[in-house]
C-alpha cells in the first residue's frame, strides 16, 4: 500500500532534482556508491573462493602455497582489479599527471 504513493513520490522528487546541480551530485554519488558495493561483493566472493579452495590443501601444499606468496599474489591482484575498476568508474575526471 506504502510503496505505491511512495516510489512515485520518489521518481516525481528525482526528476524535478535532476535539473539542478545538487541533484546531479547526488545522482553520480548514488550511483558511485552501487556500483562500489557491486565490486565490493563481487571481490569478496572471488578471495572467499580463493580461500575456501586453498584450506583443502595437506600441510605440506600448505607450506608451499606459504613459500611461493601466493596469498600475497592474490592480494595482489584482487587489489588491482579493484583500482582498475576505480578508476575506469571516476571516468575522464582523472588527468594525467605531468612532472616538470
Known amino acids: 500500500m506504502w510503496a505505491a504513493v511512495f ?6 522528487a528525482l526528476a524535478t532534482a535532476v ?3 545538487a541533484g ?9 556508491f552501487v556500483t ?7 571481490i569478496l566472493a572471488m ?3 580463493a580461500v ?12 608451499l602455497v606459504g613459500f611461493l606468496w601466493l596469498d600475497k599474489a592474490l592480494s ?4 588491482a582489479v579493484a583500482a582498475s575498476m576505480a578508476i575506469r568508474a571516476i571516468g575522464g575526471s582523472v ?4 612532472f616538470k
Open 7 to 12: 516510489f512515485p513520490a520518489l521518481v516525481g
Open 19 to 21: 535539473g539542478s546541480l
Open 24 to 32: 546531479r551530485v547526488l545522482i553520480a554519488l548514488g550511483i558511485g
Open 36 to 42: 562500489y558495493k557491486g565490486v565490493d561483493v563481487s
Open 47 to 49: 578471495k572467499n573462493a
Open 52 to 63: 575456501s579452495s586453498v584450506q583443502g590443501l595437506s600441510a605440506d601444499a600448505l607450506a
Open 76 to 79: 595482489m591482484m584482487f587489489s
Open 95 to 98: 588527468k594525467k599527471m605531468v
